[in-house]
């Protein structure tokens, strides 16, 4: 009974850890390329988390530039102690952040994104009593130099957190224990001695 129950939870571990650690990409955006140059743009809205993204051409070209870039948008929230302490909206900042996506084959380039998640940080006492940041992602920029013709797709998957992958080890450890304490307990047939 205590076997099957440990079973089942590294079943149920593991089957979690899988399902984290493996995403299918997503297109986003397809098209064409040909003559001596052509640009083109895409975007999508993507949430928290780190994603890499994929261009994939079916012809090599002499040159392919291609971008992402995110937005961090800050903004400071204000008050005024003389004016009765009522808070306003005081400035921001909006900073992109732009990655280039390296040549990996011929026909294949990728680039590595993390977008992190809205946080405001609190100061008390002071002129600005906070900040809150936000990121949106991505707008991407692609640009081929090229004599051949061909189309390209771009698209994206969600990069697996370590702790997914800490699941599904530790999952098929536990997998694997089982199994080797299941066969190393079955009796042994008895050899007859003549």
Known sequence: MRTGGIRAIAMIATMIG???AAS???MIATGSYAGNYSSDSARAALGPGRYRFTLQLTAPADFVGATVAKDTNTNFICAD??????????????????????LVTPLLYQAALDVN???????????????????TCCDFGLEFYNTNAGTYTLSYAAVPEPAGWA???????????ALRRRRST????????A
Request: proline share 9%.
């Open 24 to 26: 299918a990409a997503t």
């Open 18 to 20: 899988l399902a984290q």
């Open 186 to 193: 079955r009796p042994m047939p008895a050899i007859a001695m």
């Open 117 to 135: 998640a809205p946080y405001t940080f609190l100061s008390p006492g002071d002129f600005i009593v906070r900040t809150e940041t936000s990121e």
């Open 167 to 177: 699941l599904t080890i530790t999952g098929m450890g536990i997998v694997g224990g």
């Open 81 to 102: 102690p003389a004016a009765g302490g009522g808070e306003f909206s005081c400035g921001g900042d909006n900073v992109p952040t732009i990655v280039d996506f390296s």
